[in-house]
Each structure stands twice: as structure tokens, then as C-alpha cells.
């Protein structure tokens, strides 16, 4: 089985909660390999590439506004089945039931806004890990 790669964002809570450098101690310690880190402003651009999947969802204009209202931290990890190694690391998608001992679990919250501010973003599949590396990182 050849090495994956996945793209991991901290999104603007994460960053703005200085909990960036604990979410990537979690991923290194569970043994997965940075490969690349960046601080970014997103652009509107940028991210309507990045949720082209929720087009038209009640809460995608409340996501991309969210994901615009601070810097965010991207990277890709690689290692073995890391696609779905960093997804049980990450908790479910709603902080509130994620499980304790997962990220969203142990980190996040419901803010009572109409969207879930989960801290973190990671690919769901190996093509959606390829088509997300080249929106944020290029070729
Ligand atoms: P995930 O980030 O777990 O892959 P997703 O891809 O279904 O979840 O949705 C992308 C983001 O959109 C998610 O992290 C938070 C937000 N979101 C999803 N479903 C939502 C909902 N029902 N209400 C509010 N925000 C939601
Ligand atoms: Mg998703």
C-alpha cells in the first residue's frame, strides 16, 4: 500500500483559540508525518474551489464566511491510511457529540451560530485529498 497524503486545516476558531500547535502535536504524536505548513488568509475563491461539494446546503454561506473571518492553518500530513487516521482523530463533524479523546471532542463546542465551528477541516477520500492539496498548495 503506497504512502497517502491529506490535507488538514485549523480552521479560524482553532487559530484564533491558539490550539494550532496542540492539533498538530495530536497528528505527529500519532505518528503521521508532516510534509507542509502554512498560515493562510483565505479568499472567497480559494474556498468556494474548497466546499464546492456544499453549494446550495443551508449552512454554506455561514461556513465560507467563517472560514474568512480569520487566517487558517494548512497542512499535509502523510503516512499510511492517514486519510482516515486524521477523520477518528478529528471526531465527528458536530463538536458537541464528537467523542471525547478526538479533537472536535476534546476542543469544540456548540457556539449557538448556524455553523458548526469544528477547528478542523480533514480530505474524506483519496480524491478529495488529491483535488484539496492543489487548491491549497498548487501542483
Ligand atoms: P466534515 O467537516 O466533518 O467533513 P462536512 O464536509 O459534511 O463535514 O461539512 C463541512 C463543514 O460544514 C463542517 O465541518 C461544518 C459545517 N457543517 C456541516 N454540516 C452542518 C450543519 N448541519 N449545520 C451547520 N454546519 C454544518
Ligand atoms: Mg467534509
Known sequence: MSIER????????GVARNLSGSILARIESKGYVLAELKKVNATRDL???????????PFY???VEFMLSGPVV???????????????????????????????????RDWGLAVQQ???HGSDSADSAEREIKIWFGE
Not at 6 to 13: E, G
Not at 84 to 96: C, H, I, N, V
Request: aromatic fraction near 6%; charge should be negative; hydrophobic fraction near 35%.
Open 118 to 120: 469544528n477547528l478542523v
Open 6 to 13: 491529506t490535507l488538514v486545516l485549523i480552521k479560524p476558531d
Open 61 to 63: 454561506e455561514p461556513l
Open 47 to 57: 474556498l468556494e474551489q474548497h466546499y464546492e461539494e456544499h453549494v446550495g446546503k
Open 74 to 108: 494548512a497542512a499535509i500530513f502523510e503516512g499510511h491510511r492517514v486519510i482516515e487516521g486524521f477523520r477518528s482523530l478529528a471526531g465527528t463533524t458536530d463538536p458537541t457529540t464528537a467523542a471525547p479523546g478526538t479533537i472536535r471532542g476534546d476542543f469544540g
